[in-house]
């Protein structure tokens, strides 16, 4: 059975520093992994989508790794803004499913001016 | 382009009533997925729906159906709610056979079980 995980839960930095978060799965039988941002009572908003035969991808200021291997990926967001400050989400979409994501429980992050 | 709609946005029901979420998928997608997200967890995979079909289901109990019409739009229905019910529910889309293509969230639907 898939196990998603992420540590820290939580996370506070001053605006200017970067900021990682990482998230570990149990499986390596994997589609791809998806990074996501939820604000408070918010839906899901997708940030960066890695293939399982990739080993990275990067979008502006975040970029996102996968280690297939040792079950490991780690997002990346430089110089951290105030609006940062969010719940941040990885979730793996797993081999033989239809498109189920198995999500971790969130790094909430808290970016102080 | 509208992403993915839902309704209504916030609900409240008591003990024992049933419930019916909408959700509008994204142009051109063609499979909806439901999730249910607790208070400080992370969503949690209730089934998907293609072709007007259930085609996967997570552990969930049969108070939990779903349908899927015609125009990929989809309803969650909960029948005999429990205070364990309240969450946010959230839907997905994507297209089916694009595996390499990221799956696209609404904001969901909150409800309240009192």
């Known amino acids: 059975k898939q196990e998603v995980t992420q540590i820290p839960a939580a996370l506070s930095v001053p605006e200017g520093e970067n900021l990682v978060l990482n998230c570990s799965f149990t499986?390596?039988?994997?589609?791809?992994l998806q990074w996501f941002r939820q604000d408070p009572g918010k839906g899901l908003t997708s940030l960066l989508l890695i293939q399982s035969s990739q080993r990275e991808q990067t979008s502006g200021r975040l970029n996102a790794s996968l280690d297939k291997s040792s079950g490991r990926s780690t997002l990346y967001i430089a110089a951290s803004q105030p609006g940062d400050s969010a719940t941040y989400l990885c979730?793996?979409?797993?081999?033989?499913?239809?498109?189920?994501?198995?999500f971790g429980a969130g790094t909430q992050v808290v970016v102080t001016p | 382009d509208a992403g993915v709609t839902q309704s209504p946005t916030h609900l409240i029901k008591t003990r024992g009533q049933q419930v019916t979420l909408r959700c509008s998928p994204k142009s051109g997608h063609d499979t909806v997925s439901w999730y249910q997200q607790a208070l400080g967890q992370g969503p949690q995979f209730i089934f998907q729906?293609?072709?007007?079909?259930?085609?996967q289901r997570g552990n969930f109990p049969d108070r939990f159906s779903g349908h899927q019409f015609p125009n990929y739009s989809s309803e969650l229905n909960v029948n005999a709610l429990l205070l364990g019910d309240s969450a946010l529910y959230l839907c997905?889309?994507?297209?089916?056979?694009?595996?390499?293509?990221?799956?696209?969230f609404g904001d969901g639907t909150r409800l309240s079980i009192l």
């Open positions: 499986d390596s039988a994997i589609y791809n």
């Open positions: 729906y293609y072709e007007e079909e259930e085609r």
């Open positions: 997905a889309s994507s297209l089916s056979g694009h595996s390499n293509q990221p799956q696209h």
């Open positions: 979730a793996v979409r797993v081999r033989g499913s239809w498109g189920k994501l198995q």
